[in-house]
């Protein structure tokens, strides 16, 4: 009876020995399986090249002296500051040299257009100006990625050839005097504008993946907000105006993975070890 339940025992863990056995190699090729397609999914789903579309607001603050607008009229008073939003639109292409590293590139609508404070004439009219400037600008930048996160800084020049150049004057009647002429308004171009602009521009982004990661077709939307300064961005090649923008937008960005081994085929090959 000893030897027979001796002998039981021995049998029972024996069984249990194989299951234990039998499990730890089962999890050992599921693990393997999820690394394969783990490391298959991430190739997959960080594509090198990014076509796109980038689409916000120029937030524009003026400071300037301005009293020549043109020419043929000159202001009876200076016009110091100002702020205004203005539209930005660029078709985009991205490319990712590694995990950190890339480059953008930039190229569209960049408006700049605001409106002055209000100031008091001699006369005590009150004077309004606003200005319509917009520039066709490229904008080259180097892209980081820090802790190999979403998170990206980038940096670059900027280039911006001028689009318009028209501005608003108007000047209302004081409300004292009745015996006025009737307001002024006019709608003209401003003068001595430059054509080129040579400046640079910071920013930050947060890249927001939209698609699966199985799918070929990767869709990412990305928020970003950059920083315009003002140095280099003077319209006028006369007085004082400096632009300060601080941009913000989201960019819709579309690539392509390029699969290169499938999972049916790892789990194919994991198999035949059981």
Sequence with gaps: MKTNSKEALNNEWLFKKMIVE??????????????????????????LLWFGVAGGANINFYQSSIQELNPDFIAPVIFTKGIGIGTYFAPLV?????????????????????KFDEKIAPCGCPED????????????????????SNFYLYAGPRLAFNLNKSFIYTRDIHNAFHDQDAHLSMKENFSNINKIIISMQVGVGYDIKVSSLRMQEQLMLSPFVSFQPYFGQSPRSIEVWNITTLRAGII???SRTHTTSTPSKIVKSNRTLL
């Design 129 to 148: 100006l606003s200005a319509n400037i917009s520039y066709i600008t490229m904008e080259p930048s180097l892209r980081f990625v820090p802790f190999n």
């Design 22 to 47: 039998r499990v730890i190699i089962c999890a050992l090729i599921l693990i393997n399986i999820s690394s394969s397609l783990k490391a298959q999914i991430d190739s997959d789903s960080k594509p």
């Design 94 to 114: 991205e490319f990712h040299f590694s995990g950190s590293w890339g480059v953008i590139m930039q190229a569209g609508y960049d408006g700049r257009k605001g």
């Design 252 to 254: 819709f960005k579309l």
